[in-house]
């Protein structure tokens, strides 16, 4: 069955830390593009990192520097690093896979960053 599960998100102080990963069945993982995506209540969904096939990466803006994206082709995992935490980081945050014309979304995760 083909599926993407994310799991990681919670509640975090604002500075703080949060390691988001992305499960993978069903695909052949290593040959998809995978991506973070977040969408904040009332916005649009938009990209925060991608990681290609060949483990090319690159970053929204506003979290360069401080998130990570990696992937485990051997675990069909992919994972984002979430350092120093800001409150505008708080979304839900949903994983992508994609390939030719297969785009796959997971269900998301929350992550709520306050005080």
């Known amino acids: 069955q083909v599926g993407l599960v994310e799991s990681g998100g919670g509640l975090v102080q604002p500075g703080g830390s949060l390691r988001l990963s992305c499960v993978a069945s069903g695909i052949a993982f290593s040959g998809y593009a995978m991506g973070w995506y977040r969408q904040a209540p009332g916005k649009q969904r938009d990209l925060v990192a991608v990681i290609t096939a060949g483990a090319t990466t690159n970053y929204a803006d506003s979290v360069k520097g401080r998130f990570t994206i990696s992937r485990d082709n051997a675990k069909a995992t992919m994972y984002l690093q979430m350092n120093s935490l800001k409150p505008e980081d708080t979304a839900v945050y949903y994983c992508?896979?994609?390939?030719?014309?297969?785009?796959?979304w997971g269900q998301g995760t929350q992550v709520t960053v306050s005080s």
């Open positions: 992508n896979a994609r390939r030719l014309r297969s785009d796959i």
